[in-house]
Structure formats: C-alpha cells, structure tokens
C-alpha cells in the first residue's frame, strides 16, 4: 500500500464507507506484501528497528527477487544471506546496485541504513578457516550501518597475536568472535576487554569438533562473565545482536 492508497483508505473511513472489521483488514494488508511465495514483513523496521533479511538457502532467485523488490519498494535497504555466486550472478543483473561479499555469501541491495550508527564493533576470527562466518557478521552489520573492525586469524594457538590486538579490543562497545576447534577464543578475549562478546561456534575442525558442537558446549561453559553465544555459524545472528548493542552505546 503506497501513499495515495493511504489517502484512499483515509477518505474512505472518514466518510463512513468502512466499518471497523474493513478497516483493520486494509491496515493489516499495508502491513504485508505477497509475493508468489512469501508473506513479506513491512512493517518490522517499526516494529524490531530494522527491516526483514532474506535467508537465500533454499530459495529461488525469483523468490529472493520477489522479496527484495518489496522492501525497496517501502525504502528498506535489502540483506539476503546464504546466497550462492551464482544466484548472486543472476540477482546482479536484476538489482545493478547490488554488492556481493562470495566469502560472506552475502548480498546487499540498496543504501546502507539512513542513520549510521557510531558505536564500535569488531568481528575477530580465530583462524582463517571462521573467515566466512566471521564476514557474514561483518555484512550484516554493514547493512545495519555500523562499519566494523574486522581483526583475522588470532587464535590462541599464537596467543601473542591477540596480545598485540587488546589495546584496540578494549575501545570496541562489543566484540564479535568466530571460532571453531575448541572454541576457546572467546573466553580469552573476554578476559581482556568490559564489553560484551558474542561467540560465534564455526563448524571447522576435526572429527571430535562434531561439525561445531564442542566449541559451541565449550563458549556456553565459558568463564568469562561477558560472553554470550549464539548458534553455529551464526554470523548473521552475531552482527544482528552486535549492531543492537552497538545502536545503543554512547
């Protein structure tokens, strides 16, 4: 429902031409958009802050063209994760002002979020083999608009690469860490830093890493009082909650 459907629907009330049932029914539909398969949330940027993202796997590139055509329509700057390079290919030529991150797997349509927000985010991988995880957070608070440190490969397997990043860490309003193997990275930075950190379980290592499930038991076991976890391979997730906390700091 665009402005001059507003205004019908306002004249429409006003002259009594619709009874209350009508009513909420007309303002219900401005709320949502139907594509041929999706119900698309246009009202969640009032609601939640930000406007709804797209989880690409799984879904057609008409389906992720459908969405992503409705929320630019209302003004809202499009995330759609777990897109593959080829989908990106074919949305690309659909969208020419869309940005592909291939180690993210992330695409974003549109402009960055109108309000940029200033408080400081870094996303750290503890070895290279998180990156993908790691720039999944990066791209999602991108698109929130927080521009973010990224800080690659300081696992604790060289714990003097970390040491030679504390006196960043400590300005940061909240850190993002990916890790895999025994996930012990984020217990370490939490150790060193007041702000929040939000470990981020990747599903990298060796057979009894059970495809991320040791580091996620061991980050939900962490003894750092300011570490919190999400899902494995929640990038998204992480940048998600990080650019919250980031919108609130002062």
Avoid at 218 to 233: A, H, K, Y
Wanted: glycine share 10%; aromatic share 4%.
């Amino acid at each position: 429902m665009d402005h001059d459907d507003l205004k019908k629907l306002g004249r429409e009330i006003a002259a009594g031409q619709l009874n209350l049932e009508q009513t909420l029914s007309a303002l219900a539909g401005a709320l949502t958009a139907s594509t041929s398969d999706a119900t698309v949330d246009l009202d969640r940027r009032r609601r939640c802050g930000f406007s709804e993202v797209i989880f690409g796997e799984g879904k057609s590139v008409e389906s992720i063209a459908e969405v992503a055509t409705e929320l630019l329509r209302t003004g809202d700057p499009v995330l759609a994760t777990r897109i593959s390079s080829e989908k990106a290919t074919a949305l690309a030529n659909r969208f020419p002002d869309s940005r592909y991150n291939d180690t993210a797997r992330c695409l974003r349509i549109g402009k960055t979020e109108n309000h940029p927000i200033d408080g400081k985010v870094a996303v750290v991988s503890a070895g290279s083999s998180d990156r993908s995880v790691a720039e999944e957070a990066v791209e999602t608070l991108r698109w929130m608009g927080v521009q973010p440190t990224l800080i690659q490969d300081i696992g604790v397997a060289g714990p003097q690469r970390l040491l030679a990043r504390v006196a960043e860490l400590r300005e940061q309003d909240v850190v993002i860490v990916a890790a895999g193997m025994e996930g012990a990275l984020p217990s370490v930075v939490g150790g060193h830093v007041e702000c929040p950190v939000i470990a981020v379980p990747t599903s990298v290592g060796y057979g009894a890493s059970f495809g991320g499930i040791t580091a996620l038991l061991g980050m939900l076991n962490s003894c750092s009082s300011n570490v919190t976890v999400v899902n494995i391979d929640a990038g998204f997730k992480a940048g998600y909650v990080a650019g919250l906390i980031a919108r609130g700091a002062k």
